[in-house]
């Protein structure tokens, strides 16, 4: 493999050694942490943003053949937003928050201080291949990090804008793009971080979880799995599909929120099915392969694995089989040459061939519901990622609730019914990272809301101010006064029985407003 991973591996024992070691004397020299400098940043990442829009554009494009809507609404748009929320409020959230106090610290000031963890690394997946890096980076950032950012290999025309053009406009004594798969980010996480943020596949988020434990690194996992999407026999079946269809094929159903498979009755299901092709033949026209609002299935490793799930259940709309029209020849890569770069001693950006995935054609799939599916076929065991929806009849919200019951705590959930009863029982009797009443992920378009996952779809959160706060570290203070010994030594022994009954009333946890 000559100038490819090979010599990268031969040329340096650690090829990462320098860089981190630049990040952290940056981070100790105390560079990252004023205000002014964190907001110089995020508006260099702006300026990257809107510099580069047709670059970007262009790279979701050969990557995904991302529309350029998708790409605006779903990646640039939401990074831009982050962006100026965090500049809106950069002073207010590092302000020290100030905190009740009990009445032996009456004379004290209590606070939390927000202070930045330091050497932030950020795993980011192929889906959203700019969003899922941009927003954390905003987080990480704000927070006064130092930053080392990991974007996946198989989106690999973003990839190397990240890698090529972001550093131009961030300060590179603190930050730096990390190139690689699994065995690079593997040595990369051999390496100490003060803070580890992945997001990417459940069986990943173990082995980061379990690199990051060798140094009691913090980490926050945002994972992937499931989506239950219950749909009541009280409802609006035209709306629903629509919202289902738009929600489950946006991006081509590779998106870790996207509603995977329907829970419903069997006389709903029949509303719905002509209901869900009405609103694919409105969104995507006739002949969906052809629709440009339709993307690819990544690589055809994905496309391989979706066709399997196929022969589940029973396909009621979609699913065509043709190989032909599922392909697509590979375009050429307009934006850089398929080359190999040449290893630059000190640089962070190493070096792999082209990428197996974008030498092989692209793979297209047309939207697809698959119906009869049972609860034990694979469609309903593993995380779609496609454009599939299997709909499994239940025979009512109870059985619908054992249903999601039985799988693992998803990222998402859904619930549609014209019942607000309804959707507050599907609430209350079930757990998950977010939860959609009559809609699909929108709740994820909100900065005010966080994002993220409880047991296996993820731990941790981020978006706006929790993004921030995801990356500082929340540090208890205390300032006492040098003085007044009188007033503190009430807490002294010796122990007499009223100084015992007056210290214990002092420390009862309460706001106290004395002064
Ligand atoms: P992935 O786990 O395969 O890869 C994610 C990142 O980990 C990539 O940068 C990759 O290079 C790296 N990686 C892969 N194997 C590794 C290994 N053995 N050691 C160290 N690093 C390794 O995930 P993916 O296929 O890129 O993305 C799809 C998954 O991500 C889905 O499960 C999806 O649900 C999830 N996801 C979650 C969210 C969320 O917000 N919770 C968002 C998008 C995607």
Not at 17 to 45: H, I, V, Y
Not at 277 to 292: C, H, L, M, V, W
Not at 316 to 330: L, V
Not at 476 to 500: D, H, N, Q
Request: aromatic share 8%; proline share 8%.
């Amino acid at each position: 493999m000559p100038g490819g991973r090979a010599a990268w591996q031969d040329l340096r024992m650690d090829p990462f050694e320098d860089t981190l070691r630049r990040l952290r004397e940056a981070f100790s020299s105390g560079l990252t942490r004023p205000a002014e400098f964190r907001a110089a940043q995020l508006k260099a990442l702006g300026c990257f943003l809107r510099d580069n829009r047709q670059l970007l554009e262009q790279a979701l494009e050969q990557d995904l053949r991302k529309s350029a809507a998708e790409s605006e609404i779903s990646e640039i748009a939401m990074a831009q937003g982050e962006i100026d929320l965090a500049l809106r409020n950069l002073r207010a959230w590092m302000k020290d928050e100030k905190v009740s106090k009990n009445l032996a610290t009456q004379l004290d000031s209590a606070f939390i201080h927000k202070e930045p963890f330091g050497l932030v690394l950020i795993i980011a997946p192929w889906n959203y291949p700019l969003n899922l890096t941009l927003v954390p980076l905003v987080g990480a950032l704000a927070a006064g990090n130092c930053v080392v950012l990991k974007p996946s290999e198989i989106s690999q025309s973003t990839e190397r804008v990240l890698a090529e053009v972001l550093p131009r406009y961030l300060d590179q004594s603190c930050f730096a793009v990390v190139l690689g798969g699994p065995e690079e980010t593997g040595r990369l996480l051999e390496h100490k971080f003060d803070y580890i943020m992945f997001t990417g596949s459940p069986r990943v988020g173990k082995i980061v979880m379990a690199a990051a434990s060798k140094h009691l690194t913090p980490v926050t996992l945002e994972l992937g799995g499931k989506n239950p999407c219950y749909v009541d026999n009280d409802c609006d079946p035209q709306t629903v599909a629509n919202r289902v269809a738009f929600f489950r094929y946006f991006n081509t159903g590779q998106t870790c929120v996207a509603p995977d498979y329907v829970l419903c009755s069997p006389e709903t299901q029949e509303r719905l099915l002509p209901a869900l092709q009405n609103a694919i033949t409105r969104f995507y026209g006739e002949d969906p392969k052809s629709s440009p609002n339709l993307g690819r299935i990544i690589n055809e490793k994905h496309f391989q694995r979706l066709r399997g799930l196929l022969d589940c259940g029973r396909v009621a709309i979609g699913g065509q089989s043709d190989e032909s029209e599922r392909y697509i020849g590979p375009r050429p890569c307009r934006l850089f040459p398929r080359t190999p770069r040449a290893w630059s001693p000190g640089s962070l950006v190493p070096i792999r061939g082209p990428s197996p995935g974008l030498s092989r054609p692209c793979a297209r799939a047309a939207p697809t519901v698959l119906v009869d599916v049972q609860d034990t076929e694979p469609v309903m065991q593993e995380e779609i990622f496609g454009p599939i929806l299997p709909i499994m009849n239940v025979r009512g919200l109870d059985e619908a609730i054992d249903v999601i019951s039985r799988q693992e705590k998803p990222l998402a959930l859904y619930a549609f019914s014209n019942s607000s009863q309804v959707v507050k029982q599907v609430l209350a009797r079930t757990s998950s990272g977010g939860f959609c009443g009559n809609d699909g992920f929108m709740h994820m378009t909100l900065t005010s809301l966080p994002l993220g996952g409880v047991g296996a779809s993820g731990m941790g959160s981020y978006h706006g101010k929790f993004s921030f706060d995801t990356f500082s570290h929340h540090r208890a203070c205390l300032l006492c006064r040098p003085g007044m010994e009188k007033i503190y030594s009430i807490r002294y022994p010796p122990y007499t029985p009223r100084r015992l009954r007056m210290l214990l009333m002092a420390l009862e946890p309460r706001s106290c407003t004395l002064l």
